[in-house]
């Protein structure tokens, strides 16, 4: 590739994350609650392509008195429906819902969100993947104070051999809600894996809300949580992942088991990987 073509690429990627981070520092919250577990991979869902997941995460150790009106997190069941479909070979759109189950408060619907997301083209052949996402959404009161949040995440992945590294150094910010006055806020999460066998892959997943950048909140008040996942990689059309997870840190609720199942539907010509 030609050297200056390559600069120029890069030039404009970086502009483009700058940009996003500016616009979205005018408009953070805690980490979305425990609905949606997952390090995202920078690869996005091919054209014509529809990918249908069910995110199940249970608490048994968590929260267990009502704060500021918001329900405990102790022994909650969250069924999380994402549907994710691509639009180009850089580019898709995901759409949440998400669903709480817990003892004296039966079913419920928590809220709603929207995630397009873009990514470096194959063409472009940087050494590692790319992608932005930017995620914009409605939690109800009852499960979150901070009722209107957006994210800026930025994803980098690479394979080395057997071992997989991702990177998510997330931006957040609240439109409606107590947080509104705290600026942009940092919650990271990252993911190693090592592949056991073509089928078998394990690892650890990490998962953080520091707070506020520029001040961010003591180890005490931080949300910290380390995640020890397997994923099934039985067929490219499935996504199998499930995993334990602890908080370390007095805010973050102790015990989580999570699983994701997602299935991929092709809508049109067969791609190579059905």
Request: net charge negative.
């Amino acid at each position: 590739m030609d050297l200056l073509l390559w600069y120029r690429r890069l030039r404009m990627a970086i502009f483009l994350c700058c940009l996003g981070v500016i616009v979205c520092s005018n408009v953070c919250a805690h980490a979305q609650g425990n609905y949606e577990i997952q390090v995202y991979g920078a690869d996005t869902v091919p054209p014509k392509n529809l990918m249908v997941e069910v995110h199940s995460n249970f608490t048994p150790d968590g929260q267990i008195r009502t704060v500021d009106g918001v329900y405990p997190t102790n022994h909650q069941q969250h069924e999380t429906l994402e549907l994710t479909e691509g639009l180009t070979s850089w580019a898709e759109i995901g759409f949440y819902v998400f669903t709480s189950w817990q003892d004296g408060h039966g079913v419920q619907w928590v809220g709603d969100h929207i995630r397009p997301r873009v990514k470096v083209p194959d063409s472009w052949h940087w050494p590692v993947g790319v992608s932005l996402s930017t995620e914009i959404g409605y939690q109800r009161a009852a499960y979150s104070p901070d009722t209107w949040t957006w994210e800026l995440r930025p994803i980098i992945d690479k394979s080395i051999g057997r071992w997989y590294f991702a990177v998510n150094p997330a931006l957040e910010r609240t439109f409606h809600g107590p947080d509104v006055a705290l600026g942009l806020g940092f919650s990271p999460a990252a993911k190693v894996s090592y592949d056991f066998t073509r089928q078998v892959s394990a690892g650890f997943e990490y998962y953080a809300d520091y707070g506020r950048i520029g001040s961010f909140d003591s180890l005490h008040g931080q949300q910290q949580q380390i995640f020890a996942v397997t994923d099934l990689n039985v067929s490219p059309k499935w996504e199998i992942n499930f995993g334990v997870g602890i908080g370390p840190t007095a805010a973050t609720d102790h015990l989580i088991v999570k699983g994701i199942v997602g299935r991929r539907f092709n809508w049109g010509k067969q791609s190579k990987v059905d």
